[in-house]
């Protein structure tokens, strides 16, 4: 069975938001390239250390735009909710459980951009408050992405930076992830599932989720499973997601090659990262760098672990977490490695209690005005906060415990 192609667009294209941002950043890094603000040196290096991000997030994304098509995360769904036999608690574990494995082996902007509408069409098929569903996606999306360097842009670079292998960072990162997780899901159930359960705590299941073509959606499951065996096997990631990509485009072009279009490359993602790689090497040589030292300290221990996390926390909710980050990196010390994994798990754990905080977040945001729901803000943005809090500090202190 063949996939039926999208339907053309019959209104004017409109730029959105979030395009004009990522050309603005983008000409911004140029304009600081070319006109020296940042010297050649930082330009070639900052390049060089971004081409091969730039390739597993331009590979990462196509791959799971493709998975969401051939209907595997609605699939996934479909099944849990079955799986749970109608009781909310259980549906609150599988759900939590999908969004994690999403995360981890997909990147939290999967999570962000394609599990959150799937979750949102299961909460009105079962006629339940999407709200929980909703907040599910985008706290786990960023708390749950410190396992693998596959997860976030920023583990990419905190990899690189200490010179861990991915399995070698799993072994590092696995107790603080296991601790983030574990606060986000104790406070997921407290502030919004359990508030929100419908009467009882029972809804009726539905019906089994059937793939527009089996054929595509077996390829693509084998496209991810692929991909993850790749990154368990020690695959330089952008090997990995490409060999996996290839494979699912080869089941597209044979199966539906109208679903392949131009517009499955995000253009404005890779834009966007570019960007703002440049913009903060220029604004690191010109006294951003000595303000994030000030604030992150020179001294390490128990108290400099948790400045360092508490202060990629603030950062990220301030401006957004990958600048956080890389300002961050670009004043520790390259040795001090621990203090670095603190800093990454304050911007990966923190960037929640604004829109802008992360990449991930924004798009939530984006996804859920697109879909008519309207989350609650204020009780949003306190418990948001709460699990900035608790999260970043439950996380840097397995890291203390696991060092």
């Given at each position: 069975m063949t996939l039926a192609a999208p339907p053309e667009p019959t209104t004017r294209w409109r730029p959105h938001p979030l395009d004009m941002v990522a050309v603005v950043l983008a000409v911004l890094g140029l304009t600081c390239a070319l006109s020296g603000l940042l010297p050649r040196a930082e330009t070639t290096a900052t390049l060089h250390r971004i081409l091969p991000l730039l390739l597993f997030l331009g590979t990462v994304i196509v791959l799971a735009e493709l998975t969401a098509v051939a209907g595997v995360?609605?699939?996934l769904a479909s099944r849990l909710a079955i799986a749970s036999r109608g009781r909310w608690a259980a549906l609150f574990l599988l759900c939590g459980g999908l969004a994690t494995l999403t995360?981890?082996?997909?990147?939290?902007?999967?999570?962000?951009v394609l599990l959150t509408p799937v979750l949102l069409a299961l909460a009105r098929n079962l006629r339940v408050p999407a709200g929980p569903l909703a907040v599910t996606t985008v706290w786990l999306a960023n708390t749950a992405s410190l396992l693998l360097p596959v997860s976030n842009l920023t583990n990419l670079l905190?990899?690189?930076?200490?010179?861990l292998s991915p399995l070698a960072y799993a072994e590092r990162m696995a107790l603080p992830q296991l601790a983030a997780v574990a606060v986000t899901m104790a406070l997921l159930w407290y502030a919004w599932w359990r508030r929100d359960q419908p009467v009882g705590g029972r809804f009726v299941p539905p019906a089994r989720h059937v793939p527009p073509d089996p054929v595509l959606h077996r390829v693509a499951l084998a496209g991810c499973l692929l991909f993850v065996a790749g990154i368990l096997a020690g695959v330089e990631i952008g090997l990995a997601s490409t060999v996996a990509l290839a494979l699912v485009l080869v089941g597209f072009v044979v199966r539906s090659p109208a679903t392949l279009r131009p517009k499955l490359v995000p253009v404005r993602l890779l834009?966007?990262?570019v960007g703002l790689f440049l913009v903060v090497q220029t604004l690191g040589q010109h006294g951003l760098d000595d303000l994030v030292g000030g604030l992150l300290g020179s001294h390490g221990g128990t108290l400099g672990e948790l400045r360092a996390g508490g202060t990629g926390a603030l950062l990220a909710n301030v401006v957004n977490n990958l600048p956080a980050y890389l300002a961050g990196e670009s004043v520790l010390p390259s040795g001090d490695h621990t203090r670095l994994l603190a800093l990454l798990i304050g911007t990966n754990v923190g960037p929640l209690a604004v829109p802008w905080a992360s990449l991930a977040t924004l798009l939530w945001f984006e996804r859920c005005r697109?879909?008519?729901?309207a989350v609650p803000m204020r009780r949003f943005v306190l418990t948001s906060a709460l699990l900035a809090v608790t999260g970043t500090v439950a996380a840097v202190g397995a890291l203390l415990l696991a060092s």
């Open positions: 995360f609605d699939v995360t981890l082996v997909l990147n939290l902007d999967t999570t962000a905190a990899a690189d930076r200490v010179g834009l966007f990262v697109a879909a008519g729901v």
